[in-house]
């Protein structure tokens, strides 16, 4: 039987391995860390005592491929959420709280309820989304969204630097069009909030390693790919820690490592080179929230650092995102800040619990005009290599729809 190796194992990988196997391909998946997951992992933190995942992850029912890849992994009901589609925020400024509830279906029905809409926002301002039909090449998020109007603030925004991971300044808007057109232009059925319930290993990682084991697929962790040997315009060998792998004539490789990595081991390959940073900062304490923000487990906040709160198990966790202009700063300093927040978001009276700052500075490639340009698609001009991960040409940001999505794009080159 032809082989088919796969180095990386995040969601692209996992995802590329899912479908060479289905295909009837043996698979190896190579990951070069002590565990399979990347960008999407949970880990036991010493200084915390307990897992957590290296940021939060939020997926909309929309995500289609994502829940695809759930169904097939059996990971469906690992993932917890409100069951509805509602997105409850505060905004720091005036204390003024409020829940935005799409209805579930396509005609935007709920923009009749006063209730269920951005407060101060009038309706003609959720007009201006559809302007992101007809967005010139270069036109930044800003450019096109931003009108200093209260729908742009307290949602247009959020939503775009969540999805985008990239100051909206210079965030290209048409990669943040099909994530609306397939989510809240949808309506409420495809923007229902989902998150695991346990964590990201758990629900995202574990059970694609068991499938893929249970059909024997190898996957093996600690084994990092330092790198492929090219013969005849194909890839003949790569270099493992014990030594060469053979890659047959009929094999196939599919490389989904992050693009910094990809460029390492295949040169001359135009990847993108600027990145954006995620801040997490996750507080050890337990705190369940009221009404909205207890149904939902999470909250988004306007005028702060903190950005998202989600409540897990024993643990408040806050995300920043475009977190490039904070990166430097001391993990103290964040972790002060982000309290202050947090305490005003959910009304704590306490001092802040243990903290575990965690700084991807990497986390996403950097979603502007000139990085989009230096996307590759999954062919390359090696005979039996193709490319995945989310940094490539998916028409999508970097987020976990997109990372799946090229995995089956990667496997697809190959027939599967
Ligand atoms: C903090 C944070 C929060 C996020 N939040 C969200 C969110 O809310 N929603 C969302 O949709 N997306 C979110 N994302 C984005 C999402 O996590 C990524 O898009 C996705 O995980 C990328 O998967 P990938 O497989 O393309 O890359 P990676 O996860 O980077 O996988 C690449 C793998 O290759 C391995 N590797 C590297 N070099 C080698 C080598 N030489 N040999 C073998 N293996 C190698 C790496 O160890 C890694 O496991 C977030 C990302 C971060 C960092």
New binding site residues.
Partial sequence: MSQAHV????????AAALSLTQAGRQVTV????PA?????RSYYDRGLECRID??????LSG?VA?MAYLEQIGATATMGGPGVSMFPFVDLAGGERWVIRPSPGRVPLWLMQRSRRVPGAGLGEYLSLLSLGRVSDDASVADVLDDGRALYRRLLEPLAV?AL?TPPSAALARLLRPVVEETLMKGGAACVPMFPRQGLSESMIDPAVTWLAARGASVQAG????QMVIADERIVALEGPDGPIAVGAQDVVVM???SW?ASA?LPGLVVPEEYQA?L?VHFKVPAHGDGAVRQAGFLGVIGGTAEWIFLKPGVVSV?VSAANRLIDESAEVLADRVWQDVTQALNLTRPMPPVRV?K?RR??FAATAEQEERRPGPRTDLRNLAL????TATGLP??????IR??RAAASVFGA
């Fill in positions: 180095i990386g194992g995040g969601l692209a990988g996992l190579y990951e070069a860390g399979l997951g990347g960008r999407c290296n940021g939060n992850h939020l997926l995500n994502a969540a991971n084994r990092r790919i330092a989904a490592v992050p990595v081991l995620i997490n995300t965690v991807e986390a996403t995945a991960g989310d940094w970097a987020t976990i729809e997109g990372a090229s995995g």
